[in-house]
């Protein structure tokens, strides 16, 4: 029988065991990118596969980059516990399913999650244990130019992620470790080290 943690001390995750590694930051900070090349040299690496109500860009596939599911589809999804945490953005729906993610830790691997800021508070109250890293952009000037530069949303639909990345950055003091992304190469090689550590 394990003994009893003491009242008002936190339970000490066991050595080896592997956290849960929580990746957050602005739209536009370039987190599905480091998460893409760590992933290219490291394949072994789990990262989890979000469900989203949004529509599949071209080239994405149904299970690899999401899960792509309708309105009806996702809550489901909630009302039967099955999310981590979701949450809302730009009008759609995205959020990580907790059984993958369980099961995975349970067995050893470390688990990677990049999610937005409301996803990565609700991974910390659920599970007080994670490692959240927040990635950073060198300056307020690079992260507009990157938003601006993708072109693929329309004006509203940028102004929109920039009022939420000024939140973003402000929450940055409830994150664990900061990255600063001024190379995707050097902060993934950051990131891998703190998913490895157990």
């Given at each position: 029988?394990?003994?009893?943690?003491?009242?008002?001390?936190?339970?000490?995750?066991?050595?080896?065991?592997?956290?849960?590694?929580?990746?957050?930051?602005?739209?536009?900070?370039?987190?599905?990118?480091?998460?893409?090349?760590?992933?290219?040299?490291?394949?072994?690496?789990?990262?989890?596969?979000?469900?989203?109500t949004r529509a599949p860009r071209p080239g994405e596939r149904d299970g690899v980059q999401y899960f792509f599911v309708d309105d009806a589809g996702f809550d489901k999804l909630i009302a039967n516990g099955e999310l981590l945490e979701w949450a809302e953005f730009a009008g759609?729906?995205?959020?990580?399913?907790?059984?993958?993610?369980?099961?995975?830790?349970?067995?050893?691997?470390?688990?990677?999650?990049?999610?937005?800021?409301?996803?990565?508070?609700?991974?910390?109250?659920?599970?007080?244990?994670?490692?959240?890293?927040?990635?950073?952009?060198?300056?307020?000037?690079?992260?507009?130019?990157?938003?601006?530069?993708?072109?693929?949303?329309?004006?509203?639909?940028?102004?929109?992620?920039?009022?939420?990345?000024?939140?973003?950055?402000?929450?940055?003091?409830?994150?664990?470790?900061?990255?600063?992304?001024?190379?995707?190469?050097?902060?993934?090689?950051?990131?891998?080290?703190?998913?490895?550590?157990?």
């Amino acid at each position: 029988m394990e003994a009893a943690v003491p009242r008002g001390e936190t339970p000490v995750t066991p050595v080896g065991r592997p956290r849960l590694t929580v990746l957050s930051g602005p739209s536009g900070v370039g987190k599905s990118t480091v998460v893409a090349h760590l992933r290219r040299a490291h394949p072994e690496l789990w990262l989890s596969v979000s469900a989203t109500t949004r529509a599949p860009r071209p080239g994405e596939r149904d299970g690899v980059q999401y899960f792509f599911v309708d309105d009806a589809g996702f809550d489901k999804l909630i009302a039967n516990g099955e999310l981590l945490e979701w949450a809302e953005f730009a009008g759609n729906r995205y959020g990580t399913p907790r059984g993958p993610v369980l099961r995975r830790l349970e067995h050893g691997e470390p688990v990677l999650l990049e999610i937005d800021l409301q996803g990565a508070r609700q991974v910390r109250a659920a599970m007080p244990d994670a490692r959240l890293v927040f990635l950073a952009p060198p300056s307020w000037e690079e992260l507009v130019r990157r938003l601006t530069g993708r072109g693929t949303e329309p004006p509203e639909v940028i102004e929109r992620r920039l009022t939420a990345a000024r939140v973003e950055l402000a929450a940055e003091p409830e994150f664990d470790t900061t990255l600063i992304n001024t190379s995707v190469e050097h902060v993934s090689a950051e990131l891998l080290a703190l998913v490895s550590e157990s």
